[in-house]
């Protein structure tokens, strides 16, 4: 039996228990201690069914979509990464000042997704489950349902209303982010070298637009000229996808010309290949070359090249993924729980 169908049978387990508490009249309601952090199981007594919905609604999205999955995972980075995982990457702006407006997030898909399971478990459970919570829940979702780990996600999060371009702009790390930027950006989250190494391996599935890394290929110094870290042979093969003359603003990964997947030859499976990929040839963003470039990173990286099982790596991801998720997050009397995620925030 899979991490996944074992986690099923524990949540039907709990489901049955639930239902039983409060037919005898029993007490299934936490206490005020932990109402006011993150933990796995928080919506047990509240909303039992909450994440079987999620996973649910997310396996039906990816079946009319597979391409959702890479951006749902890149959702819950660029939530977490600017002002913590507080679901204000949904909030749409009518001045167009929001953080979707901002220009890392203009490629970014995905939001009728969220929108679509938070208005499905309005229907069970009205005003319960916050946007943020199910940011955190599809992102596992899309990895799982793209054959990679299943791991229990910490719920309890509230939303922010608060959603600034600017705010995205200054705390998302560019593709074309050397080491040291990279360390920086993380840094400032608490996330050390090995987590940086581990959590761009969710550069395993997805695709980006050639603006993104285009200047690696045709001016890297402003001297028109080819970033030498980069393989000749894939850098020759991205030359005949990404022509020169693209345009686009080459942060994040959208902007002009073709899509090219991040992890050729794997781009939707979750799996060991973009480490053997990154170590081979550089990889296709400037940053995930910078890998190469710090002895923790590339140490890391070296290990899953020559890794003959994903497990390692899978229990590393579980645990960076819930790191991350605890970035900055509103509980108990902080933030709000919205009745629906693409709310206006101006």
């Known amino acids: 039996m899979s991490g996944g169908e074992l986690w099923l049978l524990r949540r039907l387990l709990v489901m049955v228990l639930v239902l039983a508490l409060r037919a005898s009249g029993g007490e299934v309601a936490g206490s005020p201690e932990e109402e006011t952090r993150l933990r796995v199981g928080f919506y047990r007594a509240k909303c039992p069914v909450a994440e079987d919905v ?24 660029h939530d977490c990464f600017v002002q ?23 490629s970014m898909r995905g939001y009728d997704a969220i929108q679509r399971i938070k208005a499905r478990l309005e229907t069970v459970c009205r005003l319960t489950v916050s946007c943020a919570d199910i940011i955190a829940m599809a992102a596992r979702d899309a990895v799982y349902l793209s054959k990679g780990p299943w791991y229990d996600v910490e719920t309890g999060r509230k939303d922010g209303d608060v959603s600034v371009a600017e705010y995205a702009e200054n ?134 090249a020559n890794a ?6 899978f ?15 509103l509980t108990g009397d902080l933030g709000e729980i919205r009745e629906t995620c693409d709310g206006f925030v101006d």
């Not at 913590?84 to 203009?106: Q, V």
């Open 171 to 304: 705390d998302l790390a560019p593709p074309d982010s050397n080491i040291v930027d990279v360390k920086t950006f993380f840094s400032v989250k608490s996330l050390n070298g090995k987590d940086i190494a581990v959590l761009f391996g969710c550069h395993s599935i997805g695709t980006s637009h050639c603006a993104a890394f285009q200047k690696r290929l045709y001016n890297f110094t402003g001297r028109m000229d080819q970033d030498p870290s980069l393989d000749a042979r894939y850098a020759a093969q991205l030359k005949k996808l990404c022509p020169p003359g693209g345009h686009g603003h080459g942060h994040g990964h959208g902007g002009g010309g073709a899509k090219v997947p991040i992890d050729p030859g794997s781009g939707y499976t979750f799996d060991l290949s973009y480490y053997r990929h990154v170590l081979a040839t550089g990889g296709l963003f400037q940053s995930d070359g910078s890998l190469r470039d710090d002895p923790v990173t590339r140490g890391y990286v070296e290990k899953l």
């Open 308 to 313: 003959s099982s994903p497990d390692e790596y």
């Open 84 to 106: 913590g995982c507080d679901g204000s990457i949904m909030l749409r702006s009518r001045s167009g000042k929001g953080e979707r407006d901002a220009t890392p997030n203009r």
């Open 54 to 77: 999620v996973l649910a609604e997310m396996r039906a999205i990816l079946e009319e979509d597979p391409t959702l999955a890479p951006s749902l995972l890149r959702m819950h980075y």
């Open 315 to 329: 229990q590393d991801f579980a645990a960076a993924m819930v790191k991350m998720g605890r970035t900055d997050v």
